[in-house]
């Protein structure tokens, strides 16, 4: 069994992920800031980098199966700093959404342990739609 060994570099990575997704809750909420979604996207990618390390970062973003998120969020992080806030989040969101697809199933099953959230998930017809998704494997 693989142990996740929570060294320095992995606090600082979870440390600059959270702060990417809180800059660009932010840009959002300040009506798509370019800048504020800017840093958020740079502090994200370096989060990430630096939680899982450079190679199996790259090793993520070029899977074949990935190009297709890796590209649209590509182009969706070029759009935020070209300017064009809004179409570049919508490029990133569903570049997001491919490219860590396979989490949700993870992520069901933690929601589920949540107190008072997991008896939410834990409904029929919310149990149904994790379900189709448990079987997928995980892409790291």
Known sequence: ????EMNDRKKIGLGLTAFGVFFSFLGIVFLFDKGL????????????TLTIGLKSTIQFFMKRQNYKGTISFSVGFFFVIIGWPIL?????????IVLFSGFWPTLAVFLQKIPFLGWVFQQPFVRSFFDKYRGKRVPV
């Not at 069994?1 to 996740?4: A, E, H, I, L, T």
């Open 1 to 4: 069994m693989v142990s996740f």
């Open 37 to 48: 979604l800017a840093m958020g996207n740079i502090l994200f990618i370096s989060g990430v």
């Open 88 to 96: 570049g989040m919508m490029l990133e969101a569903y570049g997001f």
